[in-house]
């Protein structure tokens, strides 16, 4: 079985930043990533926040001769974002739009209006069945006291729960996207340890690039540098995962990120930088066996750090279920006081009006104002907490399987 | 092979009513429900409605005995309702939620506060690997002018599409459900189609029950009879489906459904009629065949049907969502003004101020209200737009896939 030919794939994966109105010099960048792509070898292109329908529709007609085949997920109110270009035919593709993606009312963060996801490419590749899953997980704002930590483990588990039910029929699993964790961080080594994807940064025989494999780098013009003092190096985020299921073999041969501006251009792609890995896949004797005793133990360490962690968030949102879910009963009770002071009036209980009907009209809106907004944002925490609920039960459930695991 | 070992699978499954505060007799026919299961022998339960979590723990620990595995699916503000009582262990679990279920301002309807989704669980018995999905779709209110066709639509083919890609390592899939459709709507053809799964009804070698199999039916106390007007004989929308994947055939030796009241009881187990098959399961030589030729000719009939009325159901958004935008900008037009106005006697522009305080500021509420509510709902009907668009074009590959077919 040694002789069997070897595939060779080539993937370039990054993350655009192309919002529209405010992302800058977006056309140049997006019109450079498209010249780049179509002069250059990939067999798959994984892209996210492609957030403009029209930013798609621009590549995928520079891209019709070098990679014919694509697709574009949908959600949410701006969209996910992800696309994908591939040299292959798409065979199939499934969206998964994970359940807690942050909140309406942070405008200023705006994830919730995005529909962050899960997209499900299946192509078949010399023989090969490939499930490409691209993905870009919640952001995180401010590392020290991250209130979206609860939210991107759930989107961490879900994304290793899909990817462990989706990709029962497929020989490799590739995993390319923005993940918004450190390489060390708790969500990344669950959904290593729960699907057993291999980081390509990690296992490749051969790296180029920013130091550490680093792809939030300072030396990039359009970084945020003040975001960046505690990591004088840049931070990995981006990443590109992959294993084998079925009797086949994947090394990294080569993961290489863009350094700052695009080869022999003045501008970077994005504030980003690409990564692109050369896999070699090859078909085995016998398949590869299944996670070992002692990975068993490391795994079930994770889950329940990750529980713990989804179980703060739990606490934090039964709070704010139960202060909103207050507040729209107290705003509640002042329309009904004052419906009851309207109607002794009309009924000539009083002698006259006490209030000034100007502020008394006024009140009035506010509370009706207040009451709506307290009641959403109650049914909004309570849909949070279903789901972080959901979540540390199904994690309750998997460390029982680990452990009673012979 | 002919003399493998058969499998006998006994399957209950009920749309269960039970909403807190509004379903008439609740607490005793969820005890009724309990006392029933616990009394005969089903393999597995498949439950709807069991909006209430306090009911669901009830019914397990009134079960734990008879079935000592169960699971509760969270979503949504009210939650899923659906729960799977089992006599097997449950080796894992994945839920997806439907991208669209109605409108959160259809409040006398409620669908949308839901969170309906379908549940898998995944089972090991003597051996086979079972997918059981249970799942519960929007509701028809109005059969001759449905305006939720579309989002049914948008959940049948996720519902088709999810099983597909989350089915592949199983030897046998089950569905039970509420499927709120009749059984030649253009949904139940298309998941029937596009899955590959048989009706229990219609395969059943003896039947006994309802008419038709009918589950909502006129004999029952708790059906609402004007609206079984144009069908005496009742409707038939709750089902259980299956097939066989890898090397075994399926066979359904019998089905029930109830008749109104319980069996020696004075009330009916729920609006609802269940529906009980008993399943033979055996190992076959070869695994069954893909579907012919003719039958993809059939399915891609009805995925251009679906398309069509998802097509209609995407223009009627795009509607709502420009008359929505529309009303948004012409509310803050008029705020604008009204701050404009105000500046200006301030500058002392005016002789002075022209209109009535009180109306000036119940008009400036009215505006900011109106405001409000149209840009929720203008964001609301684009992420309808994308979903719907999204769904369309997966049809459009769907089809593609099958006219390319040899």
């Known amino acids: 079985m040694e002789g069997e030919p070897t595939l060779r794939l080539q993937i370039f994966d990054l993350n655009c930043w192309a919002i529209r109105y405010l992302s800058k010099r977006r056309q140049e960048r997006v019109r450079l990533i498209g010249d780049t792509l179509r002069q250059e070898h990939f067999d798959l292109v994984l892209l996210q926040e492609v957030w403009s329908e029209q930013d798609y529709n621009d590549l995928k007609v520079k891209l019709a001769g070098s990679h014919p085949f694509s697709h574009y997920f949908r959600s949410g109110v701006i969209g996910s974002g992800l696309c994908i270009f591939s040299r292959f035919p798409i065979l199939d593709t499934l969206l998964y739009q994970y359940s807690l993606n942050g909140y309406p009312y942070m405008l ?32 995180e704002y401010c590392r020290d006291k991250d209130a979206y930590l609860p939210h991107r483990l759930v989107q ?23 993940l918004n964790m450190h390489p060390e ?36 013009c359009f970084t945020d540098k003040s975001e960046l003092l505690p990591f004088p190096l840049g931070i990995r985020i981006d990443y590109i995962l992959y294993k084998a299921i079925s009797s086949f073999t994947v090394k990294c041969e080569e993961l290489k990120t863009t350094t700052g501006p ?8 994005s504030d980003h930088e690409a990564v692109m890995a050369t896999l070699h896949i090859q078909r085995q004797g016998r398949p590869v066996g299944a996670t070992l005793g002692t990975a ?20 934090a949102a039964q709070r704010q279920r139960y202060s909103w879910g207050r507040m729209a009963v107290l705003a509640l009770l002042l329309l009904l006081l004052q419906a009851a002071a ?17 502020s008394f009209c006024l009140l009035a809106f506010l509370a009706l104002g207040v009451f709506v907004l307290a009641t959403g944002l109650h049914l909004f925490h309570t849909m949070e907490v279903k ?17 009673e695991r012979p």
């Open 262 to 269: 695009a080869p022999g251009m003045g501008i970077p792609f």
């Open 156 to 178: 961490a588990w879900e994304l290793a729960q899909f990817i462990r039910h989706t990709s029962k029929a497929a020989d490799v699993v590739l995993l390319g996207g923005d």
């Open 108 to 139: 200023q963060h705006g994830d919730w209006f995005c529909g962050k996801s899960v997209g499900l490419v299946i192509m078949k590749i010399s023989g090969i069945i490939f499930n490409v899953y691209v993905t870009h997980l919640h952001a």
């Open 387 to 403: 789901i972080l609920h959901g979540t540390k039960d199904q994690m309750r459930m998997a460390l029982r399987a680990l452990q």
């Open 296 to 315: 068993d133990l490391a795994l079930a360490d994770v889950v329940t750090e990750a529980q713990t962690e989804v179980g703060m968030g739990l606490q």
């Open 342 to 358: 309207v109607l002794g009036t009309l009924a000539g209980l009083g002698a006259q009006q006490p209030f000034p009907k100007l």
């Open 185 to 220: 961080d708790v969500g990344i080594r669950l959904l290593r340890g729960w699907t057993g994807l291999q980081d390509a940064f990690a296992e490749a025989t051969h790296f180029e690039g920013c130091k550490n494999g680093c792809t939030l780098v300072p030396d990039n």
